[in-house]
Nanobody, 126 residues
């Protein structure tokens, strides 16, 4: 069992930056692939970024490439999402997720994950 707790969300002006944190419980954290998703009001949950268990491979949605960076620290059981050059369309609840077994293609869909956090709100004002 893995429990995930997101933090770091908030209100920021367009062009600003935020860093999200996802703290995981459990000694098997380092064996999980991790992902970030987001859901805006009235929209479906969408993939943002993912990282494999070693941190050696990362995946991004086209909408955030070049602006967002996912990373992880297995010693701290934490995964990060650095968000730069934020836009109003980035406004959403951001969720952290963990996948026990996975494929590269599966990491870009919410069905590829086994555990989810409660989410943290990110609001970007214009």
């Amino acid at each position: 069992q893995v429990q995930l707790v997101e933090s770091g969300g908030g209100l920021v002006q367009a062009g600003g930056s935020l860093r999200l944190f996802c703290a995981a419980s459990g000694r098997t954290f380092s064996s999980f692939a991790m992902g970030w998703f987001r859901q805006a009001p009235g929209k479906e949950r969408e993939f943002v970024a993912a990282i494999n268990w070693t941190g050696g491979r990362t995946y991004y949605a086209d909408s955030v490439k070049g602006r967002f960076t996912i990373s992880r620290d297995n010693a701290k059981n934490t995964v990060y999402l650095q968000m730069n050059s934020l836009k109003p369309e980035d406004t959403a609840v951001y969720y952290c997720a963990a996948a026990k077994t996975y494929t590269a293609a599966g990491l870009s869909t919410q069905y590829g994950y086994d555990y989810w956090g409660q989410g943290t709100q990110v609001t970007v004002s214009s």
